[in-house]
Nanobody
Framework: QVQLVESGGGLVQAGDSLRLSCAASERASMAWFRQAPGKEREFVGAIKSRGGFTYYADSVKGRFAITRDIAKNIMYLQMNSLKPEDTTVYSC???????????????????WGQGTQVTVSS
């Protein structure tokens, strides 16, 4: 079982940057999702455990970037040019068996972190 711990959320102003971290107990393919109250969970981006392939939602492409520290099993989400509509809870997820075609599907991930709040003021 992969354990995940997120950190780095907070309150920032529009246009600012923020970096989230997700520490995993073992190496796995990982992803970020976000979910606002009353809305469906939204895929943000993912990184494959082998090869480091990354994939992003159109809504964050060019603004957000996922990187990882392989030695420490930590995934980062660098968020730039933040907008008020980016405000929500961000959760990381992990899977030992996700394939490319399902990287954006929440159902493909068996393990989830507790979530961290990101608030962007206008």
């Amino acid at each position: 079982q992969v354990q995940l711990v997120e950190s780095g959320g907070g309150l920032v102003q529009a246009g600012d940057s923020l970096r989230l971290s997700c520490a995993a107990s073992e190496r796995a393919s990982m992803a970020w999702f976000r979910q606002a109250p009353g809305k469906e969970r939204e895929f943000v981006g993912a990184i494959k455990s082998r090869g480091g392939f990354t994939y992003y939602a159109d809504s964050v492409k060019g603004r957000f970037a996922i990187t990882r520290d392989i030695a420490k099993n930590i995934m980062y989400l660098q968020m730039n040019s933040l907008k008020p509509e980016d405000t929500t809870v961000y959760s990381c997820a992990a899977s030992n068996s996700v394939i490319l075609s399902t990287l954006s599907k929440a159902s493909a991930y068996a393990y989830w972190g507790q979530g961290t709040q990101v608030t962007v003021s206008s």
